[in-house]
């Protein structure tokens, strides 16, 4: 599969050779789920400081699937010694002693970074506050290959809070890999995406451009990228200048285009508010495809890893 990741902290980590194999990695799981067993007698341990459903549920079904063992606690913040002032950096290098691997979710913007550079066991990043949410734009690369069959001339546009949202921020990094990227960004004024991100697209070559009109932009793009506003990341004042300002509702989903696709990260809040009938039986809505596809994707991830 190529030159091994020793440790995932950020979506530019990846070249193109290696998302594809990964891709070809997540399909053989999903055809068979029980094919490879190469983790067995392994441990892998979920260190999770923020919540999460899908991330944490679908690597410990990754890992369990490979045949890992898996350790962990309901709320590292709470349950594990940071309660009582332990560094991450003692954490990690002394959890490290108990597994073969680490998922680490936090809420600080590097934290993925610093553990990487203490540790000896591999660091995956599950998220690191404003940071970035690596295995997840893996994810949502994967989706939008099985939904629209390439990566390349894709016109997306992402929708929301994005400037605290970490899933937009590595997709952006991940897709800026491929040729024919046209991204549009709709953000209330104050939660405007980052210069870093625009710099790294225009280094690229990828065309992007903000756009406050979300009626406008539906029908032009082939992926619709709703984020929820990030409540826990910024002022009860920023909160209420930005929420509800962008959501799909039945009116404005049929603008979405025939072979056009809705996703999110999940959980959505108010951002989306579609009947569920229509959720289940429009094949435009791809959000809860999308998180099904993270349990492959993440098996595909460790196996190669850690197996
Ligand atoms: N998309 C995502 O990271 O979801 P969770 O917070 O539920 O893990």
Redesign the pocket.
């Known amino acids: 599969m190529g030159e091994r990741l020793k440790h995932f902290v950020e979506s530019q980590q990846l070249d193109e050779k290696l998302i594809y194999n990964l891709f070809r990695g997540a399909d053989s799981f999903r055809q068979n789920p029980r094919s490879n067993l190469n983790l067995d007698g392994k441990t892998v341990a979920m260190l999770f400081y ?9 690597f410990e079904s990754a890992a369990m699937g490979l045949g890992a063992k898996i350790i962990g606690t309901e709320d590292a913040k709470k349950f594990s010694s940071t309660a009582k002032g332990e560094s991450l950096e003692d954490t990690i290098m002394v959890v490290g002693g108990y597994c073969d691997g680490i998922v680490l ?1 936090h809420d600080q913007n590097g934290a993925a970074a610093r553990a990487a550079e203490i540790s000896d066991v591999p660091i995956i990043n ?2 690191d506050g404003k940071g970035q ?1 690596p295995t ?1 734009a893996l994810l949502d690369a994967y989706t939008i290959y099985r939904e629209l069959g390439s990566l390349n001339n894709i016109k997306l546009a992402f929708v929301g809070d994005l400037a605290s949202g970490r ?1 937009v921020r590595s997709l952006c990094y991940l897709m800026g890999k491929f040729s024919g990227i046209d991204i549009t960004f709709v953000s209330p004024e104050n939660l405007r995406i980052g210069q870093d991100i625009q710099d790294y697209l225009r280094r690229n070559g990828a065309q992007f451009r903000e756009d406050a009109n979300l009626e406008r932009v539906l029908p032009q793009v082939d992926i619709v990228y709703m984020t929820r506003i990030q409540r826990e990341r910024i002022s009860a004042e920023e909160y209420d200048r930005a929420h509800g300002k962008y959501a799909i509702d039945e009116n404005n989903f049929r603008l979405i285009r025939r072979d056009g696709r809705l996703m999110h ?3 959505h809040l108010e951002e989306i508010d579609l009947p569920v009938e229509l959720v289940k039986n429009d094949k435009r809505v791809a959000y809860i495809r999308q ?1 099904h596809n ?1 349990l492959f994707i993440r098996m595909a991830l460790l196996a190669h890893m850690l197996g």
Do not use: D, K, Y
């Open positions: 923020e919540p999460s459903t899908r991330t944490r549920f679908s979710r599950a998220g949410h997840q899933t990260p999940l959980p998180a993270g």
